[in-house]
């Protein structure tokens, strides 16, 4: 056939680590044949190697292929070549690869499978065999996934270390099946035998001596926060250029690699599915696995200690040693509860109230009320808290507050789904009797409504409300009492406004963007 009266072809080419059947080479052989058997040309190529069909993420190949179909743009080619229907996926939902394909087929550029028994025709034997086809590649992947499971959790057993980082004081070992060292893995460094195994050893000797350093500070009587204060203190790094923090000191402390033990399946996360916590009865514990870092008594001391600190103690307790030391400094912070050894560290504080701020506000204290001028920027988040709760209350059946996480700040959302920002806005005096307003807004918030509460010249209490349409927030920049750029929202002189002032600064937005 003349070259001028094929058919232009892209084909779509992917290989996991499954077979050699399916290199990409192979691949590219078959379709070929098939390309010139049935008067087809390849002019692209869309590739995927050493990626897995489970789900679309990461594969750029075929992420590429579907954009190229559905623009507005039509492709240079009219059909796509499949090596066969795993190769487009192994989908564990059999409607998601029908959903790609139909995608094609839908812009004119059908999908063949250039080694498949049936045609891609849409005939009801045909259609039947490729739903077939699409569950068995799906469910390869889930017996596959099983019997990868089952290996490591064998291989666990016999006290192999199965990924993941060392931990500090400890090091990576490659070791024959007899467990004869070979080398020390550094980095990123991995085994290449399939025989090989990895261990854990030893670190430096400053590294193990860290260690045992924190158990016995422990058990002296330090917190967990004021051990990692004091290994800042004496400059000692947790990483290269890294300080040491409550949670690196806790994962040593409660660590039980440390005394030798292997501890795997604590969670698990099969087919790119979310990851699940396993109950402990389900988990893989080796005992005398690595050398251990740690003698076992001292170990067991510690687990006492921290159980003592974070279960013995009632709640009442815990928030009377709080209002006691309030009352001691005036204020309470992070840094006071962690050198305060009369009460519990900042961490026990948090697991048993969620936070500190709920712990704070049990005993009466966080409120905006409770800073005073030189804790500006606490005062600034009291107040912002108190105005989202505000206005959460006033409008309970159109209004709830919205936070993403514990490290996010609280936005506003209405029942449509919108989410609107509050942003307080510190004065900052001029001279001369000039004030101006620093606005600093966090780039990752919501952009669309914001409402802007200006705080007075000494930064008590509010000046005055703005509901804002979205602007720059990639800068901070300073506005005037009666600056032209506030001109582009709405000033609440009540805020029972609020609402009627968001529908009309959402409503002139829209009308923009139409």
């Known amino acids: 056939m003349a070259a001028d009266q094929l058919t232009p ?10 077979h050699q059947q399916y290199s990409i080479e192979n691949q590219a052989a078959a379709i070929q044949r098939y390309a010139e058997f049935n008067g087809f040309e390849v002019v692209k190529t869309y590739a995927d190697p050493a990626r897995s069909g489970v789900v679309l993420k990461r594969r750029t190949g075929l992420q590429e292929l579907l954009r190229d179909v559905c623009s507005e743009d039509a492709p240079l080619y009219r059909v796509i070549l499949v090596y066969d229907v795993s190769r487009w996926g192994r989908f564990q939902d059999t409607d998601e690869a029908a959903h790609y394909e139909f995608l094609c087929k839908a812009a004119g550029v059908p999908v063949h499978y250039c080694s498949e028994t049936f045609a891609n025709d849409g005939t009801l034997p045909n259609m039947i065999m490729k739903a077939l086809k699409r569950t068995m590649a799906g469910e390869y992947s889930r017996e596959l996934s099983k019997k990868v499971f089952d290996g490591q959790k064998r291989i666990a057993k016999l006290g192999f270390k199965q990924g993941g980082r ?40 400053n590294e193990v001596r860290v260690v045992r350093n924190i158990y016995k500070m422990l058990i002296s009587g330090f917190s967990i926060h004021g051990i990692a204060t004091e ?18 000191v806790y994962g040593i402390l409660t660590g039980l690699k440390y005394i030798g033990f292997y501890v795997y399946g604590r969670t698990s996360s099969k087919l790119y599915t979310p990851t699940i916590k396993h109950p402990a009865t389900e988990w893989v514990i080796t005992a005398g696995a690595f050398e251990p870092l740690v003698d076992y008594a001292s170990f067991a001391q510690a687990q006492q200690i921290l159980y003592y600190r974070s279960q013995k103690k009632s709640e009442e307790e815990m928030l009377y040693g709080l209002k006691q030391l309030l009352r001691r400094y005036g204020r309470l912070s992070g840094s006071l509860i962690a050198c305060a050894h009369c009460i519990p560290s900042p961490t026990t504080y948090r697991a048993r109230f969620g936070s500190l701020q709920r712990a704070y506000k049990l005993i009466g204290y966080g409120g905006a009320e409770s800073f005073g ?17 505000k206005l959460a209350e006033m409008f309970p059946e159109e209004l709830s507050t919205f936070r993403r996480g514990g490290k996010w700040k609280p936005q506003l959302q209405l029942n449509t789904g919108e989410l609107v920002s509050v942003l307080i806005v510190r004065s900052v005096n001029h001279g001369k009797g000039t004030l101006r307003w620093c606005v600093q807004p966090d780039p990752h918030e919501n952009k669309n409504v914001t409402v802007l509460a200006r705080l007075d010249s ?21 506005v005037q009492e009666n600056d032209p750029w506030l001109n582009r929202g709405e000033r609440l002189t009540e805020l029972s406004d609020f609402l009627a002032a968001v529908a009309r600064v959402l409503g002139a937005r829209r009308g923009n963007d139409a």
Do not use: C, I
């Not at 001028?373 to 709760?389: C, G, I, N, Q």
């Not at 000494?458 to 300073?478: G, I, L, Q, T």
């Open 231 to 248: 290994l800042n203190r004496r400059n000692v790094e947790y990483a290269p250029g890294s300080k040491w923090d409550s949670a690196a």
């Open 9 to 18: 072809a892209a084909q779509y080419l992917r290989m996991s680590t499954e």
């Open 166 to 205: 060392p931990g500090y004081g400890l090091r990576r070992m490659l070791v024959s099946r007899d467990r004869s060292p070979k080398q020390q893995l550094v980095g990123r460094e991995r085994k290449s035998l399939a025989t090989d195994r990895v261990t854990l050893v030893p670190g430096p000797t």
């Open 373 to 389: 001028p030189l804790e500006v920027r606490r005062k600034t988040h009291a107040l912002r808290d108190e105005l989202t709760a």
């Open 458 to 478: 000494e930064n008590r209490s509010f000046f005055d409300f703005w509901v804002m349409p979205n602007f720059d927030r990639s800068k901070r920049f300073h």
